[in-house]
């Protein structure tokens, strides 16, 4: 039996009993976009964060229940990986994306129409020419929306914005990827909406609902992922640290970027000695990127002073970046409220004025009451 994620969730948020229908909605929308959010982002994390971190070094490799060797990134880093698959996702998929959105209906509708033309609808009436229909009968027989369609429309924006943000630093053409398919996939809907879906049924709302809770987290974790792609994944940090620590510029007043990174290359490659491998090679050396002693130090193949020092680097990098960021959003915020001055003194003023007409309306019934009764009555609040 095959099971869909549409499926599962619908039954998971039926099981949780909401109270409204809207709460429903909610825990529906949650659960989808976390569904895909992982199902989707999973690659691009695993490239950033983990892809050659455990692999070892050479002569004592880790190995995934002792025969395969982990996989590796490439020569030049991990950045170039994430960099490619983020342009394979934001390219190729959103063009599949827009085929299917567009060809599915139009299939649909081709596939009902050859069913008329048969005699397969329209009452056993055979239909030789769609002209021939009355306007409601060809309306009829478009494609009914999806009872969940608003919910995937939306969820498509918001992983194209995870998309956009969280990786932005490793991949800076996703923003123009987006907006490019932004603006193709606005005249797609129209079409679709028009031609070959039927009407959806008005619903009034009054707001996005947990969409905008879930922006608001993606925000926060493009931050905090944007910060870790610059201090882990790319060669930022450890250039840095060479420039002002172990470069040619180090006793100099000046920092020039070329001359100061003179020698880089060879101070991120640590050494290893192939004999150790019963290798009778005619090379003895060869080097790998990483921090290490080398062979014939105290202690070999141990982490040196300059790993520990990018390290410590690459951590304070990340703490200052994210509260840089978040301050200078939070200032933002503060800066441009979501409502106006204006707009919250006019809000509190018509509130005020209808208090102050409910007052009078109950205090004029409340005195026709008496003077109907007879009682004595004053222009007070009884």
């Known amino acids: 039996m095959n099971y869909y994620p549409h ?39 695993y490239i950033a964060f983990f892809l050659g971190r455990f692999a070892g070094r050479p002569g004592k490799y880790n190995k995934l229940f002792n025969r395969w060797r982990l996989e590796e990134c490439h020569p030049s880093g991990c950045l170039i990986d994430l960099c490619l698959q983020m342009g394979v996702i934001m390219f190729f998929k959103q063009i599949w994306n827009n085929f299917m959105e567009l060809g599915y209906p139009l299939l649909q509708n081709w596939w009902s129409r050859r069913k008329m033309k048969k005699g397969g609808g329209g009452g056993g009436q055979n239909v030789e020419n769609k002209s021939q229909l009355p306007q409601w009968d060809k309306d009829w027989n478009l494609q009914p929306m999806n009872a969940h ?5 939306y969820l498509e924006m918001v992983l194209q914005f995870g998309f956009t943000t969280i990786f932005v630093a490793a991949f800076p053409l996703a923003p123009l990827l987006a907006l490019l398919n932004n603006i193709i996939e606005i005249r797609l809907d129209a079409y679709k909406f028009v031609t070959q879906w039927r009407r959806p049924m008005p619903a009034r709302a009054t707001d996005i609902g947990i969409w905008h809770g879930i922006l608001e987290g993606i925000g926060v974790l493009a931050v905090i ?26 006793d ?98 018509e509130k005020y004025l209808m208090q102050e007409m ?25």
């Open 7 to 45: 499926t599962l969730i619908n039954c998971s948020c039926s099981s949780e009993h909401p109270r409204t229908e809207s709460e429903w909605e909610n825990s529906f929308a949650l659960k989808m976009f976390l569904f895909q959010f992982v199902n989707l982002n999973s690659s691009t994390f």
């Open 149 to 153: 369609g608003l919910v995937d429309e």
């Open 225 to 250: 992922t944007n910060a870790f792609v610059i201090a882990i994944t790319s060669d930022y940090i450890p250039r840095f640290v060479y420039a002002f620590k172990y470069g040619p510029c180090v």
């Open 252 to 349: 100099k007043g000046h920092h020039h970027a070329d001359e100061c990174l003179r020698g880089y290359m060879n101070s991120s490659l640590s050494v290893f000695d192939m004999w150790d491998l019963k290798n009778s090679s005619k090379d003895r050396y060869c080097r790998y990127r990483d921090y290490r002693a080398p062979p014939w130090s105290s202690a070999p193949y141990e982490f040196t002073l300059q790993f520990w020092h990018v390290l410590a680097a690459r951590l304070a990098f990340i703490i200052v970046f994210e509260h840089l960021v978040f301050g200078i959003k939070s200032f933002i915020a503060y800066l441009i409220p979501d409502m106006p001055k204006d707009l919250c003194d006019r809000m509190r003023r």
């Open 358 to 382: 409910m007052y009078e309306a109950e205090l004029e019934h409340l005195q026709k009451e008496r003077k109907k009764n007879g009682k004595r009555y004053h222009h007070e609040w009884p």
